[in-house]
Each structure stands twice: as C-alpha cells, then as structure tokens.
C-alpha cells in the first residue's frame, strides 16, 4: 500500500510492472489519471488487450527485452503526448520475475527541447558541444560545419579536427600547446582564440574567432567559431586605403587641414601645410581650436586685420557646414607673409551629419608676387606708351583697339573713342 501510494502520486509519470506472461500485475500513477486511465482496470491484462495495436506492439517487443535482461529506454505517443520510458528487470536471486516499466510524460520537455535544437542548429555562429573525458563531439549545427568547411561527421574526433583544420605541423602544434594551456588553466576568459587560419576540405583558406565554455559538472565543453575572413580583409583594405590616403596628404603640395566638429580642434596638418606657417605640429596642431585658429596661425586679411576666429575658412566649415574658397594672409613668426588660397568644405558621414572639416590651402605668395610685377610693369609700359612723342596704335583686323594721345592728335581726332570706331585700312594708304 505504501509504495502504491507513491507510485500513484508519482508527478507526471507512471509504473507499470508486469510478468513473465506480459501480464500487468501492478499500475498506477497520476500520467494514467491525467489520460483518464485507471490503473487497476489494466491488471490482469496484457499489452495488447488494452493499447491500441501500434502501441501494444512496442510495448511488447520491449518488455520481451527486459524478460531477456536487458534495460531499456524508448518513446511512445499516446493521445498526442510523448512518453519516455524505462524498463528493468526484477530478480529473485538468478531468475527474473517481473518487468519494471516507469513513463514519464515528456511532452512539454521534448517541444522545448526541440526549440532548443532549431535555435542551436540555425544559430549564426559555429558550435559544437564536446565530451570533455572522451573529447568527442556529440553535436554540431551547421553554421560549424560550414565556418570550419569540412562534414560534421569528420570533425567528431578532436585530435582529427585539429589534423584536418590546421594540415600545416608547425602551425597545428603551437596552436595545439596554446588552446591546451589555456583550457588546462581552467579559465574560461583564456580561452579565446583570435585569427586562427583554418584550412576547409577544399584547401581554401579562412580565418576564425574561436571561444570555448566549460561546463565541467555536464562534463561538457562548449565550442563557439565566427568566421572574420570578410572582416579582415575589409579591415586590411581600410588599412591599405588609409596608408594610400595618408601618403597622398602627406605628400601634397597644397597644404591640408582636418578639424573635427563641434569644437573645430586639429586632428591633421601635413607637412605642407606645416611649412607655410614655419612652425611644427607641436606648436600650431596639438590642442588648436577654433578660438586659436586666428592666433596661432597669425591669420589676417589683405589689409592687415586679422580675422574673427569664426570668419576663418576652416571655421566656418565646422560651423556653419560652409563650403568657402578664400584668399588671406598667413604671417610668420619673422613677420614674412604668406599668401594663401584656401578651399574648406564639411565633411559629412553617410546620414549626411557633419562630423568634420577640411581646407586644402596652397601657398601662392609667388603668384602673388608676380602677378604684383606684371602690374607694375603694365603700368610702366602703358605710362611710356601715352607719354611718347610718336603715334602708337594697336589695331586687330583693320579695328583700332589702343591709341595714344600723339596719334589722336595726328589724326586730329577729339578723342580715343573717335578713333576707335574707324576701319583702320580708310587711314593708312599704301
């Protein structure tokens, strides 16, 4: 009576223990209840006497294996639930007397296992979980297979994973010592393995992110890879494009600036740029801002004021988004000034929000100062030209464009504009 109450209270599960003839001698157990089963109604009576065909027949193939001395586990449905069950046998001394069956309802625990096992085999990480004693894998989803490019069914075995993922000796072994060491130190944030170069059963070759998890009381170690191949080589040409970039600022002719935004603060000037204040980075970059533009650059206006600090090109650009092309003056510590053609523009990321600044600025102090020359000279020649005693004229296709005052007296004319109006070929005569 006692272990009958137990075993009809037993939750979610039930027992059944029959004899050498199939026939049940005992049952009970809330899993009969909840099916609205009566155990007792099943004593006395075989398997197939009282389960539907299909059923009966697995239950007797199964109980004939106890009767052999065997335990058992199988699975069952019944009334659209699954039950797991567990048969052993029950001696008296060398003969067995009875079969022992206990069923569970595992309903609820099969649905959330299955969701487990979609969710692991769709993860869009590699995993494997490993037997720590035995270091064999009992399981693998897809995205592991195809991060290490070789079936599931030959990467079981550790030691073969490792022979076939990394062919190469010397490389295999020093990775080997150092996952060893670091699983060996018993701390899960040692292991990770960054840029290892695995080897896929084609012979390409990828590179991964690996990271075990122990879970020593499962005797469980669990296995986790990313594929970072597409990001490193997108990091490797980001890094050959910034290196292409940063010698084609480097070695410009035309001094650059790059300011970042809010504060206008100089995150680059190259060495052009250097050059034309006469200072280094040290003194005119580190630490310069918008309100220090004015002062340590000495940046002034054509006649000499110097600017606000917020009408500077570059300041403008970070303020206000502007896109500026100016002309100014940049003096130098020995008082020398510079002329400069500066072009500032913002800098916008792809959201179209302004993150930065630049002004590429070209020294053209020498245009400047030739471009002074020809004036001056202009201004001598044409002072020579309308001063001289003898008619000067200029004439493209019989049209005067230039006289001087000698030739409008000679042709005694009231004045220039007279002249040039007239079919130069109606004066002179051949």
């Known amino acids: 009576n006692k272990y009958a109450t137990i075993v009809n209270n037993f939750p979610n599960g039930a027992i059944f223990l029959f004899d050498k003839e199939m026939e049940y001698s005992f049952v009970g157990g809330s899993a009969l209840e909840n099916e609205g089963i009566k155990g007792k109604n099943l004593i006395g009576h075989k398997p197939n006497e009282v389960w539907a065909k299909d059923l009966a027949k697995t239950i007797m193939s199964y109980n004939r294996k106890i009767f052999n001395g ?103 072994n020093k990775l080997i010592s150092r996952v060893t060491e670091d699983i060996n130190s018993g701390d899960p944030s040692n292991m990770h393995w960054e840029n290892c170069i695995v080897t896929h059963k084609d012979g390409s070759k990828h590179i991964v992110n690996a990271q075990n998890i122990p879970l020593y009381d499962q005797n469980t170690m669990v296995s986790t890879v990313v594929d970072v191949t597409a990001q490193k080589e997108a990091e490797r040409l980001l890094k050959e494009s910034e290196a292409f970039l940063k010698a084609a600022l480097d070695n410009s002719q035309a001094g650059i600036a790059i300011a970042d935004v809010p504060d206008g603060k100089l995150r680059y000037v190259n060495r052009a740029g250097l050059m034309i204040r006469g200072k280094n980075e040290e003194e005119i970059v580190k630490n310069i801002d918008i309100n ?93 030209v309308e001063s001289a005693p003898d008619a000067i004229a200029i004439h493209v296709n019989n049209k005067l464009v230039f006289a001087n005052p000698s030739t409008v007296k000679l042709l005694e004319a009231k004045s220039i504009d007279d002249l040039i109006v007239l079919d130069f070929s109606k004066i002179i005569h051949h």
């Open 70 to 172: 065997s335990l058992v586990n199988y699975e069952t449905k019944f009334n659209d639930k699954i039950f797991a069950n567990w048969g052993v046998p029950i001696y008296e001394g060398d003969n067995i007397v009875n079969g022992l069956v206990y069923t569970v309802d595992i309903t609820e625990l099969k649905a959330r296992n299955e969701f487990i096992q979609t969710v692991m085999d769709n993860l869009p990480i590699g995993l494997a979980l490993n037997n720590i004693d035995e270091g064999n894998a009992f399981y693998t989803n897809r995205k592991f297979e195809q991060i290490y490019g070789w079936p599931a069914d030959e990467l079981k075995n550790i030691s073969d994973f490792f022979k076939k993922v990394y062919p190469d000796n010397n490389y295999r």
């Open 292 to 384: 220090k533009y004015v002062s340590s650059w000495r940046i002034l206006h054509f006649d000499g004021t110097e600017y606000k600090p917020e009408d500077v090109p570059l300041a403008r650009a970070v303020l206000y988004g502007d896109n500026v092309r100016e002309e100014f003056i940049v003096r130098r510590d020995s008082e020398e000034d510079r002329y400069v053609l500066a072009h500032a523009a913002p800098i916008n990321n792809e959201d179209g929000e302004r993150i930065a600044a630049i002004v590429a600025f070209l020294d053209i102090t020498e245009m400047k100062e030739a471009e002074q020359k020809i004036a001056e000279s202009e201004e001598r020649y044409k002072t020579l």
